[in-house]
């Protein structure tokens, strides 16, 4: 049949950012990502075009996977966000909010973009080096040797995203349970590298938040003709496991190739030889016989009656979590008999009550730190993105384990450097813009606008036109005019006292190194314990990724589109 329409060419367009429509989606976006920022995030929901379920999120990786730009440009920028997030597992908003602000402030003000480039990667690398010195007062050591400094990380993370639905009990309930579940999967013992083990999240939906709990081991959904008596009659542990990842369902299309003799029944030869495996995972005295894939009924049946635990259907990540728990080595395929050394062990089988769900609880032998959290909320949606919340909060603890500071968040990283380099700038301009072959009036609106956007990221967690953009239960807050552009030549200041500044920005000296900014608190204080805090190594390579794709996107000078 031919076409109703001739096949358009692609479409090249020069400076793609003087473009009125690129900028209005520019805008768009940038709107849509700040107002997910916060405790007082406004809420996403997200339905494919042709219908099906929707989802309500003001998470990152949610809202990004979900909704993926038409623009290139910001298909970019989205795609070096998820990136991050995957890797770090947390800043996400923060890198796009920044990145779209940046791009903002050089196209709104006219500026030249290479100039504006040059300038933001200068910024950039004053910005990493204090994050990263010792002076630096924006950050606060974690300490490892107790569970407040970590109890506060996963609070921040739990209460900025409001769809999980949890009031400020249930967000102190959650968060605990974060740390205890974070804190079984470090091993036991002295050595000098430590591998982490795994949280599996399962999710029970219909049931109150309270009812969340943390088990050691792995909980698995209990097969249906499994009852408690028939764990009671197996007596005291440790028992023997025998883990399959290859099909037992007797399918011809998965045996592959197989020699069987003229006039046989090539199903009965196949059903044969799975019986077989089982007669000898019996002669073995193994009491637990685990399946990635299907199993088939008759020999499911014949290891019940003979006192075996039959488990299918595992899949391949719990099957990863069983190898790990149990040491047992998966069989990959039937031909052979089990090694002795493929077997695992558990410690205990029992019958664990997880709201409407019956599971069955494998406990470990010894410490092989794995567990699994448990979490029950009222409906599907808020469980589903309190699932990825408790995921990325774990990511973040894991973080700080290998590298123990933290950042003051509720804005005040952001306001900090804020004021720290528009004090370098102010005091430096005329050697910087020497050093980057600019005039001083282009180094300082440029530094201007690079300010100016991380002020934006912070006044971005404010959404309700208020004075204060964070409360004083939230942790650190910073201060802005209502429905105004912050104007730090007048006003800026830190709730928490981090940051003093009086009228005409003369800052004043509290024995600091760097007379701009109050001393840290000291090491007895609990106030910076007790505050919002932001992961650190996240933070810092979301600061690196918003400044990196913002230049980018300013060098691009050509755009080809397919208009198909």
């Known amino acids: 049949m031919s076409r109703v329409c001739k096949r358009s060419g692609p479409a090249c367009t020069d400076r793609p950012l003087s473009d009125r429509a690129v900028r209005a989606k520019f805008d768009a976006w940038r709107h849509v990502v700040a107002s997910c920022l916060g405790p007082r995030a406004r809420l996403k929901q997200v339905r494919n075009g042709v219908g099906g379920r929707v989802s309500t999120t003001s998470t990152c990786s949610v809202l990004l996977a979900a909704v993926p730009p038409s623009e290139p440009l910001l298909k970019l920028l989205t795609a070096c966000v998820l990136q991050h997030v995957q890797r770090f597992g947390d800043a996400g908003l923060f890198a796009a909010v920044l990145g779209l602000s940046l791009v903002d402030q050089v196209t709104r003000r006219g500026s030249d973009s290479s100039t504006a480039v040059r300038v933001h990667q200068r910024l950039l690398e004053l910005c990493d080096l204090y994050l990263t010195s010792a002076d630096c007062c924006a950050k606060v050591e974690v300490d490892l040797g107790s569970c407040r400094s970590l109890l506060a990380l996963a609070h921040s993370g739990v209460s900025s995203k409001p769809a999980c639905g949890l009031d400020p009990a249930e967000t102190q309930q959650v968060s605990a349970l974060l740390l205890k579940a974070f804190l079984q999967t470090i091993p036991c013992g002295s050595t000098d590298t430590v591998r982490l083990g795994e949280t599996v999240v399962v999710g029970v939906e219909g049931e109150a938040v309270e009812n969340s709990a943390v088990f050691p081991g792995l909980l698995l959904d209990v097969p249906e003709m499994l009852h408690s008596g028939d764990l009671e009659r197996l007596g005291p542990g440790p028992y023997k496991l025998a883990l399959f990842s290859a099909s037992l369902s007797g399918d011809l299309s998965e045996r592959g190739n197989m020699e069987i ?40 049946q014949y290891l019940r009656e003979r006192g075996v635990v039959v488990v299918e259907r595992l899949g391949i990540a719990m099957l990863e979590q069983v190898t790990s728990m149990t040491g047992a080595q998966a069989a990959a395929t039937s031909h052979t008999p089990v090694p002795a050394e493929a077997f695992g062990w558990v410690e205990a089988l029992s019958i664990q009550l997880c709201g409407t769900r019956k599971m069955l609880h494998l406990q470990p032998t010894a410490n092989p730190a794995v567990c699994t959290l448990v979490l029950c909320h009222r409906n599907e949606s808020m469980l589903d993105e309190l699932k990825v919340t408790c995921k990325r909060v ?33 005091r430096d301009a005329a050697e910087m813009a020497s050093d980057l072959d600019c005039s001083p009036q282009e180094f300082l609106l440029a530094a201007d606008g690079f300010c100016r956007s991380l002020e934006a990221a912070a006044q971005a967690l404010e959404h309700d036109g208020g004075l204060v953009l964070m409360d004083l239960n939230y942790g650190h807050c910073w201060v802005c005019p209502a429905d105004e552009e912050l104007d730090t030549s007048t006003l800026l200041s830190c709730s928490c006292g981090l940051i003093n500044s009086s009228a005409g920005m003369e800052w004043t000296t509290l024995g600091s190194t760097h007379p701009d ?14 505050c919002v805090l932001d992961s650190f190594p996240a933070k810092r390579n979301a600061l690196n990724v918003a400044v ?12 080809i589109r397919d208009l198909n």
């Open 261 to 300: 003799h003229t006039g046989t029944d090539p199903e009965a030869a196949l059903l044969e030889k799975l019986l077989k495996v089982g007669e000898q995972v019996v002669r073995d005295c193994a009491t637990l016989f685990l399946c990635q894939k299907v199993i088939h009924p008759v020999l499911q």
């Open 394 to 426: 774990q990511h973040v603890l894991q973080l700080a384990l290998k590298d123990p500071v933290a950042l003051l968040g509720g804005g005040c990283m952001e306001t900090h450097l804020s004021a720290y380099i528009r004090h370098l700038s102010r």
């Open 517 to 530: 900014f109050c001393p840290r608190p000291p090491p007895g204080d609990s106030t910076a314990r007790a």
């Open 548 to 559: 990196e794709i913002a230049s980018l996107i300013l060098d691009v000078k050509y755009v």
